[in-house]
């Protein structure tokens, strides 16, 4: 009996081993395989230090079914517009990190806080290139919303969808819609068309799903200040 629980530890012990030797040998040639990346490819590094050698990180805004060929660059040149400040904190830096992420998709996407009327806004990304969304549940929810969707591979249609059925009730301008919605209503993916759905009709008392907590969200409120921001009149004066 005790022969017997000595050859199993014995057995044991050796599998332990082998087990151990295995992954020295392994780490042993993966240390030697970064090395001879990192000593090969020296000049790329200069260019990109912080990702040569380690395993490529996973970018949220990379998974797209939302990204045609061809985007990338645009993306680029649309997230360079997107601000950030250091003293951006807590929601709304997190909002200002997803619309850089997904800066495409956010012009694909409309605002319903009302910037439309007060600073000329046609998107939610014209809400990420100034600070109009610190002060905004509504522009921080959309993007919130949008950039999780997308994350989980949700189509651009899908997530205009339930942003419109999210917020759309509670657009401050139903009774004369600007011609910023009237275009969006037009080009959407999930309901092309002149006006809204009957499921956006306005409903102030709809509670919104917060989508930073996943809860229904009663106290969810618009951008108070009106202002003319980077997004809005400047930009259109501009492009006259
Ligand atoms: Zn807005």
Redesign the pocket.
Known sequence: MLSFSRQILKFATSKWLIIAISLLVVGCNTTSKTETTTTNTETAEKTQPTTAGSEKTEQPGDKTAVELPGEKTDSKELSAKVLMRPDFIGRVKMAYMSAKEIPALAQKLF?Y?G?DYTDE?TS?LD?YTCD??VD?D??KGEIMMAFKMNRKGASVAEIQKAIDLNWGPHYPFYEQPSDAIKKYWKKRLWAPGAGPTKFEHPNETKPIIDPFTGTSDSKSKP?SKKGDCCGGKKKSKESK
């Open positions: 605002c806080c910037c806004h939610l809400c109009h969304s905004c509504y522009c951008m």
